[in-house]
């Protein structure tokens, strides 16, 4: 639309937005452009009623008009004169309030579909892309920042339309009035643009220097509330305070510094302004009473009243690159997420899990993509239907990489991943990830009942397979024990269960699929041992679900059938508990930092 | 831990202040430091709303002299035109004054306000801090102080102008004519009256925005926050359905908010039309006749009341003034909402800053001391030595601890800590050893007197902690928390931040304890590397020792190292561990640990459950025990 011409190809992503809005988005200005239009009649006819009516003349403005109404005296025409710019005036109400709700309409629609776009987009995101960007970024993008963009559109619609027509409209009307005198306007308009660009120019550093010292001013008081008990517990209270002093100090100056060329903005306008209008004043007045001069006092106030019009729509039009100016940083946040590329698409596909075979062949995978900087080397595996396999290993050492590979949160760099014997890119996602359920390390319940989130796992789940997967997750008993059982609200964000019964509740929750693979990533960390190797003795019972354990504590994978150690990335060894024991240092050495001998002795 | 409050919104739309003209005075006292500024101000807005507008009533007299026709005397008209410059200049200047002083007074009062409330922070108790999201403490600095500024900077000039010009608005057009006055009259009540109504009814409908746009906000948040659940549930459609339905529902009453925040420009514009129209339509009704002609209402009551007539030139002046007064009233109506708004910002300000601060009864000082024949001394020396300085008596600095029937609460109702009682000898190591929730970390939070106990009693060297000065007491303690936090700067100043004087050497040395050395010598800059956002660009683990060089170089007598490597997995925590034992040597130190291997070596171990102490011993003793810490070394039962 018009917008994408004006402001180039960053709005391409915006253009969508409009539809199912395109009758109110075009209406706005229609209606605005008529609203301007009778207005701008108003001084006209006010000219005719003061020359005409007023002072008797025989030549009045609009005189092929009005001539025309059927008035007979003085009184008539007056009456008529004024009821027409009574008329005028009601019209332009009228569309004026239609114009505000066409823009209201368009507007709100323009948001409504751009949040929606920017959420749909943002679900179509992979794991990788989910990493490039901070969640509260993400939530700033689809609040926030398509808050100002809905502001801006409306603006667009109203203002960016009302003022040029309005400078236009005006200008023809002093201009027909009187030609020489409107070259006036011609020497103001540069007047009025000249400081106004000048000031953005050289305001633009300024303002620019202002805003980093107050987000650096900020991020220190971030940083310092953070910190509070660390501030607190080495008493640097007072060497805080003198800290924020200077930075306070500074962005005091720098705040004036930028602000104070705006403060000669308005008075040059008026200045402008008022000029003018003694100008024409003077040379108006002088014509008027020139012998050969036909400018009768009703037209010269009007023109008068146009050329403040002028004017003032000439300094909101000066405004309108700093008004854009502002959107763009949120429309460059928002064109982001639109133009991230999708890394992983569902391939079109019938295939199903069959087993929970996996196989691992020759996988390397990094995160940056880069195959200097790998995540996971030469990873081979192979994993039978059933089995339970423990992965052990440090923080950072790959463990939570190597199962995210399984139901293809992160695509290979090389080699394959191959679940019930096919790789798992020939599976749609959907049918890929209702056959490996995964519990993430930071897991999330959300708002509603428990009930409703144990539904995630399965849309048709009936109450007795929902209380039966709790069961072997060990959060029967305690839901069963809040006053509103299953239908139990879990608060935004699940924040009204504990941590150990939140990750009972996720597992619970991924049982629901009734996966062939179900991995739990540290799942259990806030689990007493005692639950724990209950909610082991369940799963077990679950014979042909393949389970694979990322655990920190070794007596949660001990009885697996194979054990994983991992080790920069790498899979240093695979073996049995006793095995390993015996052969790998690594398992050794963690084994007995949890686990003395003296303590088994 | 106290629970955190729940997530935060914007403010958009936002509370109205409760007491807008107690904060607005309050406020003012602000600019006491700028009393020539204000008074300036003051007069250049009176000046400049007096100029401005007898500059437009000058247009009469314009208007007479060229009434005259071809024998108008131009030269007074010159002379009226020099004047009309005249006062256009004074208000062109007072504009420019006001802008620019304004923007100095403005700017100082926020930079004063911001200094308040940051040096109020820092004396207020943790509990302050505990129970806020930094998004919440955030917003004092950004949105409120964002609201303040904007009100000094141009909501109250633009008021007081507004004020001001329609009261000589009026006074002039009294000279002018009196019907026209009545007309304008009843225009203020027009405009009065409709403002009125749209506002409400805006309010109302903003309401239900606020609420439905909180709602999507929170949907998003949510949904952003567990977007990896999403996806591995595929429950991608679902969640699409689920926004739609918020969605569409805050565009309905989005649409009908803005309407009426919309319609207002357009109406006010056009009532000032409508009026403008009767006006000039009246006026020239009632306008005495030009000679030669007859009036306009010959024959009605009009005729015979002179009084009621309008000159044509009165008429032409007053035209100029309608939009004057509808534009002011409008503007008048909006700022004084956006004032109200702006004020709630100070509001939330100032109850920050009236917050009582941190309670500090203690006159109990830390001195440096030295041995001179067998006595204590106070100096200024470095000596190693410290001791309390209690009026005149000095008590040798020891690091002996002892809790005695201590009950503490986070609310005053949820008892966190019952009847726990312990002593810890100078040079002891003592352990805590309990699950999340157990009362661990408040222990050591009562230490430092980050809370205050409510019942029994702790004292330091025998001291009461009541009666050592917090800062005293803190400065004794060294702490080495779960959560790193460093802050921007070099490394080399994160060191530092344990001891401000230490010089190079010694943060160098302090490193060396801690371990750290080793890996600061091999960053790209060494210890001038800058940390960047909370020390983002080190490990944890790297963090972790930076922290502990902090604590080696504030060298305290006591140590607290509340769950200093659970984030730290176990075979890097060995590497650590060297540091971390060369640090506690020779002091007292109170160690908290999710981890046994880490308290395994301690003089005596506590463990806590629901806020009491259930076994005490040194690791031997209380594996013979058989309890609850033999079931958790071997692994029978788990913490949590």
């Known amino acids: 639309m018009e917008k994408k011409m004006k402001k180039g190809p960053g709005l391409k992503h915006l253009k969508p937005c409009v539809r199912g809005y395109v009758t109110p988005s075009v209406m706005t200005p229609v209606l605005i452009v008529f609203e301007v239009a009778l207005e701008i009649l108003i001084p006209l006819l006010m000219a005719a009623l003061v020359d005409g009516g007023l002072y008797r003349l025989d030549e009045f403005q609009l005189q092929g008009v009005i001539s025309r109404l059927p008035y007979s005296n003085n009184l008539q025409f007056v009456l008529w004169v004024g009821g027409l710019m009574v008329l005028a005036s009601l019209l332009s109400l009228l569309c004026g309030a239609l114009a505000a709700r066409t823009s209201a309409v368009a507007s709100m629609g323009f948001a409504k579909n751009l949040r929606e776009r920017i959420f749909d987009k943002i679900l179509q995101f992979s794991f990788r892309n989910t990493d490039r960007f901070q969640t509260s970024s993400l939530v700033i993008r689809a609040t926030t920042d398509v808050n100002n963009l809905q502001n801006t559109y409306q603006m667009f619609l109203r203002m960016m339309f009302r003022a040029p027509i309005m400078m236009v409209l005006a200008a023809i009307m002093a201009f027909r ?140 039009v000066s405004m309108f690159p700093l008004m854009l100016s502002r959107m763009r940083a949120s429309l460059d946040r928002i064109n982001e997420v639109f133009e991230e590329q999708i890394d992983i698409e569902s391939p079109e596909s019938d295939l199903a899990v069959e087993t929970g075979e996996i196989e691992f062949d020759h996988v390397d995978f990094s995160y940056s993509g880069n195959p200097d900087v790998l995540n996971l080397k030469d990873i081979n595996l192979h994993i039978l239907p059933g089995q339970t396999v423990g992965v052990i290993g440090g923080t950072g050492e790959g463990k939570s990489t190597l199962v995210q590979m399984i139901p293809r949160l992160y695509d290979v760099l090389a080699g394959s991943v191959r679940v019930s014997g096919h790789d798992v890119r020939e599976y749609s996602l959907k049918a890929l990830r209702d056959g490996v359920s995964m519990v993430l390390q930071k897991n999330m319940l959300f708002s509603g009942s428990i009930r409703e989130n144990m539904r995630w796992g399965d849309p048709d789940a009936t109450d007795e397979e929902i209380r039966e997967a709790c069961k072997i997750a060990c959060a029967d008993g305690f839901v069963s024990a809040f006053p509103d059982g299953y239908n139990t609200d879990l608060g935004q964000g699940g924040c009204n269960v504990s941590g150990g019964q939140k990750q009972r509740l996720c597992i619970a929750r991924a049982l629901l699929k009734k996966p062939k693979i179900l991995i739990l990533d540290d799942s259990t960390s806030a689990v007493d041992t005692a639950t724990e190797a209950k909610i082991r003795d369940g799963l077990s019972s679950l014979h042909d679900m393949t389970k694979i354990v990322i655990a920190q504590r070794i007596t949660s994978v001990m009885d697996a059938d194979q054990i994983i150690v991992m080790e920069h990335g790498r899979i240093s060894d695979v073996g049995r508990h006793a095995e390993l024991l015996l052969r790998s240092e690594i398992y050794r050495e963690v084994y007995e930092s949890q686990v003395r001998e003296e303590v088994n002795a | 831990m106290p629970p955190r409050g729940g997530s935060f919104n ?221 996806k591995v549930f595929t429950h991608e459609d ?206 050591t939070n009562l230490i430092n007197r980050f809370y205050d106990i409510a019942d029994g009693t702790i004292t330091y060297d025998g001291i009461p902690v009541r009666e050592i000065k917090k800062s005293a007491l803190r400065s004794s303690l060294g702490m080495v928390l779960q959560d790193t936090h460093l802050f921007s700067g070099t490394v080399m100043d994160n060191i530092r931040y344990g001891r401000l004087d230490a010089t190079d050497e010694e943060c160098i040395k302090a490193a060396k304890i801690a371990n750290a050395d080793f890996f600061i010598s091999h960053l790209p800059e060494g210890y001038q590397t800058q940390l960047v956002a909370d020390g983002a660009n080190l490990s944890q683990g790297q963090r972790q020792l930076i922290a502990i060089a902090r604590a080696a170089v504030s060298d305290p007598p006591v140590l607290i190292l509340d769950e200093a490597t659970s984030s730290i997995d176990t075979r890097t925590e060995k590497h650590i561990e060297k540091g971390m034992d060369a640090l506690m040597h020779g002091r007292t130190v109170f160690v908290i640990a999710h981890r046994l291997s880490t308290v395994r070596n301690s003089d005596c171990i506590m463990v806590l459950e629901n806020g009491r102490i259930i076994e005490r011993g040194d690791h031997d003793a209380l594996l013979k025990e058989r309890g609850k810490y033999y079931e958790l070394c071997t692994g029978t039962s788990e913490l949590s």
């Open chain 1, 177 to 316: 009035i009187n030609v020489r005198l409107s070259y006036i306007f011609v020497i103001a308009l540069p007047l009025v643009l000249t400081p106004m660009l000048l000031f953005m120019f050289i305001g633009r550093k300024r303002f620019k220097m202002m805003f980093k010292k107050m987000d650096t001013m900020n991020s220190a008081v971030q940083e310092n509330l953070i910190g509070m008990r660390v501030v607190k517990s080495f008493v640097r209270g007072s060497y805080e305070n003198g800290k924020f002093r200077d930075s306070a100090d500074d962005l005091m100056r720098t705040q004036i510094y930028a602000q104070k060329l705006f403060s000669f903005a308005n008075p040059i306008q008026l200045g402008v302004m008022w000029g003018a209008t003694i100008l024409l004043w003077l040379f108006g007045g002088r014509m008027s009473v020139s012998p050969d001069g036909n400018l009768p006092i009703g037209e010269l106030t009007a023109l008068i009243g146009y050329s403040t019009q002028v004017i003032a729509s000439l300094q909101m």
């Open chain 2, 238 to 443: 679902k969640a699409k359905a689920g926004f739609k339905v918020h969605n569409d529902e805050l565009c309905k009453v989005a649409t009908d908010a803005n309407t009426y925040a919309s319609i207002v420009g357009p109406l006010m514009n056009n009532i000032s039309h409508i009026f403008y129209a009767i006006t000039c339509t009246v006026g020239v009704l009632l306008a005495a006749p030009v000679p030669g002609e007859e009036f306009l209402l010959e024959n009605t009551w009009f005729a015979s009341h002179q009084a009621f007539l309008v000159e044509g030139s009165a008429l032409i002046a007053s035209l100029q003034f309608v939009r004057q007064v509808s534009n002011r009233i409008s503007q008048i109506s909006q700022q004084f909402n956006s004032i109200l708004l702006a004020l709630a910002g100070a509001e939330r300000i100032f109850a920050l800053i009236d917050m009582p601060a941190e309670v500090d009864e203690g006159t109990v000082t830390l001195v440096r001391v030295e041995h001179q024949n067998g006595k204590l001394r106070e100096t200024d020396r470095r000596t190693g030595y410290w001791a309390w300085k209690r009026g005149d008596e000095l008590i040798p600095m020891r690091g002996e601890v002892v809790f005695t029937d201590v009950d503490f609460s986070y609310d005053g109702k949820k008892q966190v800590l019952s009847d726990v009682s312990l002593y810890a000898h100078p040079g002891q190591k003592i352990a805590f050893v309990g699950s999340t929730g157990a009362g661990k970390t408040t222990i």
């Open chain 2, 10 to 230: 914007s403010k958009m739309g936002g509370k109205r202040a409760e007491k807008p003209l107690k904060t607005l005075l309050r406020l003012f006292r602000y600019f006491k430091n700028c009393t020539g500024i204000l008074i300036v101000s003051i007069i250049s807005i009176l000046a400049y709303s007096a100029a401005s507008n007898y500059a437009v009533l000058m247009t009469k007299k314009l208007v007479e002299v060229l009434e005259a026709g071809i024998g108008a005397d131009m030269a007074k008209y010159a002379a009226l035109l020099i004047g009309m410059a005249i006062l256009y200049a004074i208000a062109v200047v007072t504009n420019f004054l006001l802008n620019r002083l304004m923007l100095s007074c403005s700017a100082r009062v926020m930079c004063a306000l911001r200094k308040e409330m940051f040096e109020k922070m820092q004396s207020l108790p943790i509990s302050f801090f505990d129970g806020r999201t930094h998004g919440e403490l955030m917003s004092y600095y950004t949105n409120d102080t964002e609201a303040v500024n904007e009100l000094l900077h141009h909501s109250i000039t633009q008021m007081l102008i507004s004020i001001s010009s329609l009261v000589f608005v009026f006074g002039l057009m009294a000279s002018l004519s009196i019907p026209v006055v009545f007309i304008m009259i009843c225009m203020g009540v027009t405009v009065f009256y409709v403002m009125r109504g749209v506002t409400r009814k805006s309010r109302r409908n903003f309401k239900k925005q606020q609420f439905e746009l909180a709602a999507v906000n929170g949907y998003i948040e949510e949904m952003m926050e567990g977007q990896k659940v999403v």
